[in-house]
Nanobody, 123 residues
Framework: QVQLVESGGGSVQAGGSLRLSCAASGRTFSNYAMGWFRQVPGTEREFVAAISRGSSTTSYADSVKGRFTISRDNAKNTAYLQMNSLRPEDTAVYSC????????????????WGQGTQVTVSS
């Protein structure tokens, strides 16, 4: 079983940037696609981005395309989410998860999950 720990969240003003990290342990990290999702209390988990095992393919939600960049370092067992030009509507708890494929976007296609990290963007 893989364990995931997110970090890097915080509070920023609109237009600012944050870089989230997702450190993995337990299983061979490089064997799996990775995804980032976000969730606002009372709503469903929303797909943000995914990356293939070898980083050759990435996928983004339309709402973050051009502003967010997903990457991974298999030597460090870590995935990243660089978030630029942040908006108040990006405020959420961000979680990473192991995925079956870079081409899937349903939360049920991912897991296990990390505990999440809070991102708050003020206007």
């Amino acid at each position: 079983q893989v364990q995931l720990v997110e970090s890097g969240g915080g509070s920023v003003q609109a237009g600012g940037s944050l870089r989230l990290s997702c450190a993995a342990s337990g299983r061979t990290f490089s064997n799996y696609a990775m995804g980032w999702f976000r969730q606002v209390p009372g709503t469903e988990r929303e797909f943000v981005a995914a990356i293939s095992r070898g980083s050759s393919t990435t996928s983004y939600a339309d709402s973050v395309k051009g502003r967010f960049t997903i990457s991974r370092d298999n030597a460090k067992n870590t995935a990243y989410l660089q978030m630029n030009s942040l908006r108040p509507e990006d405020t959420a708890v961000y979680s990473c998860a192991v995925g079956s494929s870079v081409y899937v976007r349903r939360p049920t296609d991912f897991g296990p999950w990390g505990q999440g990290t809070q991102v708050t963007v003020s206007s």
